[in-house]
């Protein structure tokens, strides 16, 4: 089977829904068939640390400083990780892009489209494909305690997934394959590839 490179791949959902584990899934699928990368925001970029100590209630940040520093760390994540990477022909998976920063950082006079377009007018490329992994808050957080203990971050309750889930069903566009996290990880995986080889391999 092969792929068509270079590729931009998304993984988005709320906190909890099972993107990382399906981003490391469907890498490990490309891998045997193509270069392939899989990367994370926020980065570890200098501001990328800045948001993981907001995030954890270390610092306080208002929406604005938040969606600044969002934006700061793709700027570098897209110019030292993902446009090389693609110019490089590899297949690019994102566990996060900017359409997190238009579900969590909207308020405070931007909508999520205001953000998303933000975003596109900075350069930073458009996704081939997003997978919005798409789980009820309640299912959410109840993974989320059994995988993190009560060490929950500043978004990690039922009122902001909430607001931050309908923020992303009212941004998906024809980029967007919405699945069903509320099933187990392997039938995820399957609706996952079986898009994936459909848009992006030669087996028709
Ligand atoms: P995210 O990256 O969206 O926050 P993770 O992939 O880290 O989510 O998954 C959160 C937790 O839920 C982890 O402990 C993971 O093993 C578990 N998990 C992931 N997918 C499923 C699933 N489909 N069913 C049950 N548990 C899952
Ligand atoms: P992450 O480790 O990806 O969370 P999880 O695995 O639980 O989904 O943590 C990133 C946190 O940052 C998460 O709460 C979402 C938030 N975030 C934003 O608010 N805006 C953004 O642009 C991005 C990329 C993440």
């Not at 792929?3 to 829904?17: C, H, M, N, Q, S």
């Not at 110019?87 to 920063?101: E, N, P």
């Not at 299912?139 to 909430?162: H, P, Q, V, Y």
């Amino acid at each position: 089977m092969k792929i068509t490179t270079p590729l931009l791949i998304v993984f988005e959902g709320i906190d909890g829904a099972g993107k990382s584990t399906q981003a490391a899934l469907l890498y490990a699928f490309c891998r045997e068939l193509a270069k392939t990368a899989l990367l994370q925001e926020p980065t570890n970029s200098k501001w990328g640390k800045s948001i993981r100590k907001i995030l954890q209630g270390e610092l306080q940040a208002t929406t604005q400083q938040m969606l600044d520093l969002f934006i700061h760390d793709r700027a570098y994540d897209v110019k030292h990780n993902i446009k090389p990477l693609l110019h490089k022909g590899y297949v690019v998976i994102v566990d996060r892009y900017f359409y997190s920063t238009a579900a969590y950082q909207a308020g405070d006079g931007n909508s999520p489209h205001d953000i998303v377009r933000m975003n596109c007018e900075k350069g930073f490329p458009v996704p081939d494909r997003v997978y919005f992994v798409d789980i009820e808050p309640e299912i959410a957080l109840t993974r989320i305690d059994m995988r993190s203990g009560n060490n929950r971050d500043i978004f990690e309750k039922l009122s902001e997934l909430t607001r931050i889930r309908s923020n992303y069903l009212s941004i998906a566009d024809s980029s967007f394959c919405i699945i069903n996290g509320n099933n187990s990880k392997e039938a995820i995986f399957d609706a996952i590839q079986k898009d994936f080889i459909q848009h992006f391999s030669d087996v028709t």
